[in-house]
């Protein structure tokens, strides 16, 4: 069984590029959720994917979208960057039918604007 | 207010026990978790409740939940210095997706 895989490990942009992450559900999840971490803050949830569509999404503007793609899989695009979105930007798989909704975290991206 | 708040730092030696306490906002709440993250690491589940239990227990790892005053604590049995982490409760909300609602996390510093 093989976890959650986010790419690329490490990425710096400059202000008003567009980024895109990507992350590789945990095998018979069908759930991706990505989270923004600041430094020395706890995970905030950007959006959720199920079925290809969007499922929830937290206080993030929409320069923030995603897409979830038939094998589960999953891209974060980031537009128009700005200094603040500097973080570690991590994904988590979940099973939708799983009434515990836990949720697996990959090992995340850390970007850097400048 | 969304906030579930956690205690920042936690030091103690190596032996002892570590008890994390965490405070959370919604009541309706129906698992709470707790995730460790070492350093440029990503969040590992370390354990996870119901909310209409009071403990749960996991090897070293004991979970108490007081649901009246939404409390929640991690105590870890014999720690050990490979358990110097951040810890993080978090709380699962059923709007938005079922979206987690994180702390800010607690530094656990074990000291040999």
Redesign the interface.
């Known amino acids: 069984e093989t976890g959650?895989t986010?790419s690329p490990t490490h990425l710096i942009k400059t202000r008003g590029q567009q980024v895109t992450l990507r992350c590789s559900s945990q095998s018979g999840h069908n759930t991706v959720?990505w989270?923004q971490q600041a430094l020395?803050?706890?995970?905030?949830?950007i959006?959720?994917y199920?079925r290809e569509e969007e499922?929830?999404?937290?206080n993030f503007p929409p320069r923030f979208s995603g897409l979830q793609f038939p094998n589960y899989s999953s891209e974060l695009n980031v537009n128009a960057l700005e200094l603040d979105d500097s973080a570690l930007y991590?994904c988590?798989s979940?099973s939708h039918a799983s009434g515990?909704?836990?949720?697996?975290?990959?090992?995340?991206t850390r970007l850097t604007v400048l | 207010g969304e906030d579930v708040e956690q205690s920042l730092f936690l030091s103690v030696r190596e032996g002892d026990s570590s008890v994390i306490n965490c405070t959370y906002t919604d009541s309706s709440s129906t698992y709470l978790y707790w995730y460790k993250q070492e350093p440029g690491a990503g969040l590992q589940l370390l354990t996870y409740i119901f909310s209409n239990m009071d403990m749960k227990q996991d090897q070293r790892l004991t979970v108490l939940l007081n649901k009246k005053d939404k409390h929640l604590s991690l105590r870890i049995a014999d720690t050990q210095t490979g358990d110097s982490a951040i810890y993080f409760c978090a709380e699962s909300r059923r709007e938005y997706g079922n979206k987690l609602v994180f702390g800010a996390g607690t530094i656990l510093r074990v000291k040999s």
């Open positions: 959650v986010q959720s989270y020395g803050q706890g995970p905030q949830f959006f959720q199920y499922n929830g999404r937290g991590l988590a979940s515990s909704n836990e949720q697996f975290f990959g090992p995340g």
